[in-house]
């Protein structure tokens, strides 16, 4: 069984920021890279950042110079600093192993304006 943990989601104000986590557990052989989502009630879940394990990022137009992902020990563990924060940025954040189809329960972000 597969398990992925975020967290580090809250309210904050714009401008401001935060730093998710997310923890990957459970019987994944290997992980080649970890990637965060975000979706907005309504709308599609969206690519927002990508790491291999390598260390080479990836992030979407609407977050770069903003948001910064890392990984932690053999890329079990990424974390999104996000930063310089908008109203445009809240979402339900969620983190994936690529190519995998496990998802978690996801950790919200407000913005307040």
């Known amino acids: 069984q597969v398990q992925l943990v975020e967290s580090g989601g809250g309210l904050v104000q714009a401008g401001g920021s935060l730093r998710l986590s997310c923890a990957v557990s459970g019987s994944i052989f290997v992980i080649n890279a970890m990637d965060w989502y975000r979706q907005a009630p309504g709308k599609q879940r969206e690519l927002v950042a990508g790491?291999?394990?390598?260390?080479?990022?990836n992030y979407a137009d609407s977050v770069k110079g903003r948001f910064t992902i890392s990984r932690g020990y053999a890329i079990r563990s990424v974390y999104l600093q996000m930063n310089s924060l908008k109203p445009e940025d809240p979402d339900v954040y969620y983190c994936?192993?690529?190519?995998?189809?496990?998802w978690g329960q996801g950790t919200q972000v407000t913005v307040s304006s």
């Open positions: 790491i291999t394990s390598d260390g080479s990022t």
């Open positions: 994936r192993p690529r190519g995998y189809a496990y």
